[in-house]
């Protein structure tokens, strides 16, 4: 029988009362590798300490050494739940450098699939919340439907969670009429899904308890602090970059923007869920304005940042020239300093880039939603109790790929 | 000394019986989990091995006996092994005094179909059930783990709470019946009606007790994965790990068991004395009436287990003592109000 062993303090020490429990980086609960040191004095926790870089990948110094049509696949790899945002809110910052125009229907078709792509970051982190509750069903209900939106994207470009979807300048082939059925079968089929995990979840006493005052922020601290998207507005403040700043054509659509008061877990659950009925309705009225617009154009007309057609590359010198000088990485990119931003699921998911007019960025720097939330942590669960501390991680929505980039 | 040898091959059988019959059951328990948790959530649950996955325990207890087996070098080894097999004990002694028939007559002879029919079976059950939280308690100490530590302290806390409850509500009951054996409170209700009806509130809080004594959900706190790993048996694996899990299905099997002798009539069902059947025949009808509403009440564990969340530890604090005890007492002063009215 091995004597079990005690750490022995040196006489006259004064003991510690509190017990430091390492919250990760490979508790189930953090969803990803992060780590939180937190202090607990029985279950409460007194104070708590955020670590980050366990998956760090150095994207932003990879960046500065690709040319720019090599780095949407890096963004994919940021908030993973919504890849289609990280890569098109890219695309937007290049055309905005480059003064690209793009086609109305390229706009609406980047909106169906940005929406789609913040459907299923909010369904994931909402079940996710329910599962960290201890309620698994619901979780899977949705996870279901995000199948259906895996598949459009599977549609369109190929790939499913880290979709690298679209080109500079728009799409790099047109939507299928398939891929116009598969959205019209998720639009059908989704609101009774989540219609009834809102049954399920939003009015049970238990989860309301469990959730309710858990994580709360002040506006006031949420702003100072730096929160953005769903965590801001579930505290009251109605920002919103679709609206404040709108891009891809997001002032044609009639939306509104979900606000809570307390910004605690449970507001934060409800402004998800509202926001996921926005996103539908902007899913459908997409879907009607894309009736009246020419069927063929998918990207805009910009023979030095978008390719070739292949056919063309075998037939004509210009598009050889383009062809060649656009994978080489060659393409003339102008001199400038740009801060691009769009809402990304979680919250202002931003682009700063400099470009010193080489074939790559001189410095890009990606605003990442996450990273700026996990800096308030601490003081969201000091006093709070341990499974207090473990929904609100799950209720900011934190992705270890979009903390550690 | 005149050793009556029939009688003890008797009850030797019947404790194997009734041992087999819980391990089966909880074996089968965890086939239903999981098939219930699929219909629940438009999955399949498990379809590969046998016809409809029915032989998916098998090959689960084939894993886990095959698994390699950890004990953590700083744990204390001895109370490390004890833990779980205390658990596994606790929970097949319990089955002991639950009247599963009434009396098969088998060759002239009188065979009952209860282990051991003792006038303080209620209190046995207690006693026994209060041990349980030993297993759990000393395994999570042993493993000398943070998380274990912290599911035992609560599994400790909650299941202390609970029992206060859950031995007033039963108080009530007894007041009614007036016997503390299984065999007579079933008996009673055989002649008149199932106590449910004179005592559905105390049934209400013995049954959220029992989920809280068999920690599931809402009061699965102990083995919380998302926030502990798994609980108390975090640090556990192979066939140790296995008793856990299965302890938690004979816990529940007896509990359902317990349930339906005390409130639901146990192995008596409706117009059973007026159907001129056999006696023997009766007496095994009698046992598939126990066990269909055995499987009813694991059914509704399992329902309840996959529909809501689980409460926080001082939530569940908060229900214990402020909600569950005074109504508990209350209802005790109305059954007792009862009983004097009753009596004039």
């Known amino acids: 029988m091995s004597e079990q062993q005690h750490i022995h303090l040196p006489q006259g020490s004064v003991e510690k009362q509190t017990t430091t429990l390492n919250l990760g980086p490979t508790h189930p609960a953090t969803h990803g590798v992060f780590q939180n040191i937190l202090e607990i004095d029985g279950e409460r926790v007194m104070s708590a300490e955020s670590t980050v870089g366990y998956i760090h990948r150095a994207f932003e110094k990879i960046a500065e050494r690709r040319p720019y049509y090599q780095i949407t696949p890096l963004t994919d790899r940021l908030n993973y739940c919504s890849s289609p945002i990280n890569n098109m809110g890219w695309h937007l910052t290049v055309e905005k450098l480059l003064g690209i125009q793009t086609p109305k229907r390229v706009d609406y078709l980047r909106v169906i699939i940005m929406e789609l792509a913040r459907i299923t970051d909010h369904l994931i982190c909402n079940g996710v919340v329910g599962v960290d509750t201890g309620a698994f069903t619901g979780f899977l209900y949705l996870m279901q439907f995000r199948e259906l939106a895996y598949e459009i994207y599977e549609e369109v470009c190929g790939s499913r969670l880290t979709t690298n979807i679209g080109r500079i300048g728009g799409f790099e082939r047109n939507f299928t009429p398939v891929a116009f059925q598969k959205i019209e079968k998720f639009l059908a089929e989704y609101p009774k899904a989540l219609k009834e995990f809102e049954t399920l979840m939003t009015r049970n006493r238990i989860f309301v308890d469990r959730t309710t005052g858990v994580g709360a922020i002040s506006a006031e601290r949420a702003m100072n602090y730096g929160f953005t998207g769903p965590n801001l507005r579930a505290a009251g403040v109605d920002y919103d970059v679709r609206v404040a700043h709108p891009y891809s054509s997001y002032e044609d659509f009639d939306f509104t923007i979900p606000v809570g008061s307390t910004g605690d877990c449970y507001d934060r659950y409800l402004v998800r869920n509202a926001e996921m009925w926005q996103s539908l309705s902007i899913i459908r009225q997409a879907m009607d304005k894309l009736k009246g617009l020419p069927e063929d154009v998918y990207h805009a007309d910009v023979p030095a940042y978008y390719l070739p057609e292949k056919q063309d590359v075998y037939n004509k010198m210009e598009a050889l020239i383009y062809h060649f000088k656009i994978i080489m990485g060659e393409s003339d990119i102008l001199p400038g300093e740009l801060y691009n931003a769009v809402e990304g699921a979680n919250g202002e998911l931003g682009f700063y880039l400099i470009s010193d007019g080489g074939r790559s960025p001189y410095r890009l720097h990606f605003r990442r939603p996450c990273f700026i939330y996990y800096q308030a942590y601490p003081e969201l669960v000091k006093g709070a109790m341990l499974s207090d501390a473990i929904i609100c991680l799950s209720s900011l929505n934190l992705i270890a790929g979009e903390l550690d980039a | 000394m005149n050793i009556d040898w029939f009688f003890i091959i ?76 205390l658990a596994m004990l606790v929970a097949c002694m319990t089955s002991a005094v639950i009247p599963w028939g009434d009396t098969l007559t088998i060759g002239g002879r009188q065979v009952s179909l209860q282990v051991a029919d003792i006038n303080i079976g209620i209190l046995y059950i207690f006693g026994v059930v209060s041990l349980g939280v030993y297993g759990i308690m000393l395994g999570g100490w042993a493993s000398n783990n943070k998380y274990s530590l912290l599911a035992s302290i609560r599994a400790a806390s909650q299941i202390i709470s609970y029992e206060l409850a859950m031995g007033l509500s039963l108080i009530a009951l007894l007041m009614l019946t007036g016997s503390l054996s299984l065999k007579d409170i079933v008996e009673q209700q055989r002649h008149s009606y199932w106590n449910v009806v004179y005592q559905p509130l105390g049934f209400i809080i013995f049954l959220i007790c029992a989920f809280a004594e068999c920690n599931r959900t809402p009061f699965d706190l102990p083995e919380a994965e998302n926030e502990l790993n798994g609980g108390y048996h975090l640090e556990y694996s192979s066939m140790k790990l296995g008793f856990y899990l299965f302890a938690e299905y004979i816990n529940m099997f007896i509990s359902s068991a317990l349930m339906a002798s005390m409130y639901f009539g146990g192995y008596s069902f409706p117009f059973m004395d007026s159907l001129g059947l056999d006696a023997n025949l009766i007496t095994i009808l009698g046992f598939v009436a126990l066990f269909i509403k055995i499987i009813c009440f694991l059914f509704l564990f399992m329902w309840v287990r996959w529909t809501i969340p689980r409460f926080r530890y001082d939530q569940l604090m908060r229900l214990g003592w402020n909600i569950m005890i005074p109504i508990a007492i209350v209802n005790m002063l109305l059954t007792g109000a009862w009983i004097l009215y009753k009596q004039g």
């Open chain 2, 10 to 85: 008797e009850k030797i059988a019947l404790i194997s019986g009734v041992l087999a019959l819980s391990l089966g059951v909880a074996m089968y328990s965890t086939w239903g989990e999981r098939k219930v948790a699929a219909i629940i959530q438009d999955r399949r649950g498990p379809n590969r091995a046998g016809f409809m996955g029915l032989l998916q325990p098998l090959a689960d207890g084939g894993k886990l006996f095959f698994k390699e087996e950890i004990i953590p070098t700083l744990s204390h080894r001895f109370l490390f092994i004890l833990g779980p097999s």
